[in-house]
């Protein structure tokens, strides 16, 4: 018996840092490889495709469907506008991209990792250059070992060229999320775009040719926080890709038993499993599924679909490899029959999130629906807090903001209520012309500031309460936004 | 004993040896793409040293290959703005201070430079809000001593009020009544009577109507017949509600026995006469400028 501790200090021949395995998955068909197809294609149109949306806002706003404009500080997603005092419904949306991941991965385990995650899909798009370029998982390892020649240096720098035409394509898409597409895109080549935008481009270039061309399962492995958190949202009722090993095992090339039953009968009798190790041949990540759940499974299924075809093959009923979840292991284990895969979407936790996720939603939904496109707020000028005028008048001075959220530009009336014997003029105008009525043309989709003076009689209470009113000149519908504010005057006149 | 390996069964691993509470750790390697990523940031640490300035010598630091300082950026950035703001400097200097209202954008650049300036050599004086204190004018109000149209606050601030040695400066004095003899004690107090029922600060007596003579005789060539005073002497208004040291019968009684003396530099030759037009646009626009040029009015805008 040899005790730990008696191991100390004697690593002088351990290896301290690993080579990357090299990993050449086959090509495989089957029907989650096709899932796979679908999901990529959806995720990188959309990737692509967004910005070149059209969304007509009217002629003061622009018409990009969704464009994060952060020089003006305003984001638009379709209809939805928001202002940086809005950020809530970014939060808001953040929550339920949140939650919403939570559901799926309480759901079906890692179907993140092995379908929509963008180090996947551009994994598996540049997988399918390397098959392209070098054939399939015999001649990548052939041409790997391959001595520099000719043929090869040609095959990589064409292999490497397209990796760069895709990492460009990625970065470069990027940018366009961020100003209008078509002005960006047409400046850009002609190198008059801002600096950041190139930068922007480059980096993600960059990171997209070393993760997705080299790096590939090392950055999930290694690198990536998410497999570490995902745990702790899957339980005993989460879809996770399993090797059915009471089913499989003892596994060899020989005589296999007849059924499930038989293995308390023929215990020396071999498992469905025929060791062909074409589950491993197809991982992108290089992982062995029958030892068990691990890091490196991003559950993506190509395992699934290669045994499928193997089992198809020697005549034995799909699904040594499948989804299934750990209570469907205990009762398979014990003999039940497999579970349909819909009835695990019945999962109290799922119901859990799915409504903290609509409630959220739906919370935005009433909000956005309600949501005021104008308001006013009005700043006391402190220093000093009142003026002193030479006929016995006390003047106010302060800065009133309106923001006009809609598309275009609104003349706007600001009165003053509240405050007898009170009246104002705005920067511009001067004391003859004081009112109780102010109007401006706030431009579309802008805050205005509008600094006015309010004078009232020096008599009268220090500090009195009285309201600015905005209403819009000529409108379609009832709106007005108030706010209020203080008059100050001196103690005890 | 010593050179066998143990392997963990579920991971064909080898242990460290290390244990904590039945803990056990395995000797993972790290891989080895992380040790040249590490390499790579050492290297990319001395290049830096290199490039920047960074290694303490005994006198000062290395300087680095670029020749790199954050004294040098600042100074870069201070010229670059400098440079963007000429044009608009030159402008406001090419434009008479009372066309100056007339162009909104200028007027606009012209009050925020004048606001800089007035912070650095205004607050000590008149507050951080021009709200002024007992014999520094509040410069938000109407109440105008020497004028308050653009142009005459211009004139203020370039060649100051009661400047000892300066011919073009803003100049009058007040008789100090009492101190001198020139009124007697009961004679000071019958017009300090008047001057506070011309301010409507209280009901006519018979003291405010002895007073109105006294003020006749002393006071009226300079503040008016009606005490409404004179900017040519920057003679307050005695009717108003405006006091700059106080409109009651103590302070009242002060100003007239022993007269008051307000001095304020002048600016001109010390900021220039772009950043004197600035400051007046600051001090025009804080709420009390007066339109009309009250007494200057056929004078013709001044060329520069």
């Not at chain 1, 949140?98 to 993140?112: E, H, K, N, Q």
């Not at chain 1, 009762?331 to 936790?349: D, I, N, V």
């Not at chain 1, 629906?369 to 008048?393: C, F, K, M």
């Not at chain 2, 000892?164 to 400066?169: F, I, W, Y």
Request: some cysteine.
């Amino acid at each position: 018996m040899v005790h730990l501790t008696d191991l100390i200090g004697m690593g002088k021949n351990r290896n301290l840092y690993a080579k990357r395995e090299p990993v050449f998955p086959k090509a495989v068909d089957g029907r989650f490889r096709r899932l796979k197809w679908l999901v990529m294609a959806v995720t990188l149109v959309v990737y692509y495709v967004t910005p070149w949306l059209r969304w007509d806002r009217g002629a003061y706003a622009p018409d990009q469907a969704v464009l994060v404009d952060l020089a003006n500080r305003r984001f638009y997603f379709g209809p939805l506008e928001i202002w940086p005092h809005e950020f809530y419904y970014v939060a808001g949306l953040l929550i339920m991209a949140g939650v919403g991941l939570f559901m799926i991965t309480s759901v079906v385990g890692r179907a993140w990792c092995g379908y929509a995650c963008p180090q996947t899909v551009w994994t598996d798009l540049f997988q399918h250059v390397d098959r392209l370029i070098d054939g399939d998982r015999n001649a990548q390892a052939r041409l790997a070992k391959a001595p520099w020649r000719f043929s090869k240096i040609a095959r990589r720098s064409a292999k490497w060229g397209i990796y760069l035409l895709i990492a460009m394509a990625t970065g470069g898409a990027w940018i366009f999320y961020f100003a209008d597409a078509p002005t960006l895109a047409a400046s850009f080549l002609s190198g008059d775009a801002p600096q950041v935008a190139y930068a922007t481009v480059a980096v993600l270039t960059g990171t997209t040719f070393v993760f997705g061309g080299f790096m590939r399962e090392q950055v999930c492995i290694y690198m990536c926080p998410w497999p570490r958190i995902q745990t702790a949202m899957m339980d005993e009722k989460t879809l996770i890709v399993t090797y059915k090993d009471w089913r499989g095992e003892p596994r060899g090339k020989g005589r296999r038993k007849a059924t499930l039953a038989d293995l308390a009968a023929q215990p020396e009798a071999l498992g469905d499993c025929i060791d062909c190790n074409q589950c491993v041949t197809v991982c992108p990540t290089g992982v062995d599924i029958r030892d068990g759940a691990q890091i490196g499974c991003i559950t993506c299924a190509l395992c699934i679909d290669a045994c499928d075809q193997v089992m198809a093959k020697v005549g034995k009923p799909r699904g040594l490899i499948d989804y299934a979840t750990l209570e469907d292991c205990a009762s398979e284990k014990a003999g039940g029959l497999p579970k349909p895969l819909l009835k695990t979407l019945r999962h109290p936790r799922t119901f859990a999130y799915l409504g903290i996720w609509s409630a959220v939603g739906l919370a935005m939904l009433i909000t956005v629906g309600d949501r005021s496109r104008l308001t006013i707020s009005a700043q006391h000028q402190r220093n000093p807090a009142y003026v002193q005028l030479s006929d016995g008048h006390v003047r106010n001075d302060f800065t009133v903001k309106i923001r006009n959220m809609e598309a275009r530009p609104r003349r706007m009336a600001v009165t003053l209520s509240g405050l007898p014997g009170g009246a104002m003029w705005a920067q511009g105008s001067s004391r003859d012309q004081a009112a109780t009525r102010v109007e401006t043309l706030v431009p579309a989709n802008s805050l205005a500031k509008l600094p006015i003076s309010v004078i009232a009689p020096g008599s009268g209470k220090a500090g009195q309460a009285f309201a600015f009113t905005v209403t819009p000149v000529s409108t379609d519908k009832d709106e007005s936004a108030a706010a209020k504010a203080v008059f100050e005057r001196p103690e005890g006149r | 004993m010593a050179d066998k390996k143990v392997i963990d069964e579920a991971t064909n691993t080898e242990f460290v040896g290390h244990e904590w509470d039945g803990i056990e750790e395995l000797n993972t390697p790290l891989p080895r793409w992380w040790l040249w990523t590490f390499y790579a940031t050492i290297l990319w640490g001395i290049g830096y040293t290199v490039v920047y300035p960074s290694w303490p010598m005994i006198g000062e630091a290395t300087a680095g290959t670029l020749g790199w300082s954050s004294r040098g950026e600042l100074e870069a950035e201070l010229a670059a703005d400098a440079a963007r703001r000429a044009p608009l400097l030159k402008a406001i200097e090419a434009v008479p201070v009372e066309q100056l209202p007339g162009d909104a954008q200028l007027m606009q650049a012209a009050i925020e430079g004048g606001k800089a300036a007035y912070r650095n050599n205004c607050t000590q004086c008149h507050g951080t809000g021009g709200a002024g204190a007992k014999g520094y004018p509040n410069l938000n109000d109407d109440d105008w001593l020497w004028g308050g149209d653009i142009k005459s606050v211009e004139y203020s601030i370039a060649h100051g009020v009661r400047n000892p040695d300066h011919a073009q400066t803003r100049m009058s004095q007040m008789p100090a009544f009492g101190r001198d003899g020139l009124m007697q004690p009961a004679d000071i107090a019958d017009v300090v009577s008047y001057v506070r029922t011309i301010s409507r600060q209280q009901a006519p007596d018979a003291a405010s109507r002895r007073g109105a003579i006294a003020f006749a005789n002393n006071c009226a060539a300079c503040h008016g017949a009606g005490g409404n005073g004179n900017r040519d002497f920057g003679a307050p208004n005695l009717t108003d509600a405006i006091w700059l040291y106080g409109g009651d019968t103590a302070s009242l009684t002060e100003t007239v026995a022993n007269a008051r003396y307000g001095v304020m530099p002048r600016w001109g030759e010390k900021l220039g006469n772009t950043q004197v037009k600035m400051l007046a646009a600051y001090v025009y626009s804080l709420g009390g400028g007066e339109k009309k040029i009250a007494q200057s009015d056929a004078a013709p805008p001044a060329k520069p």
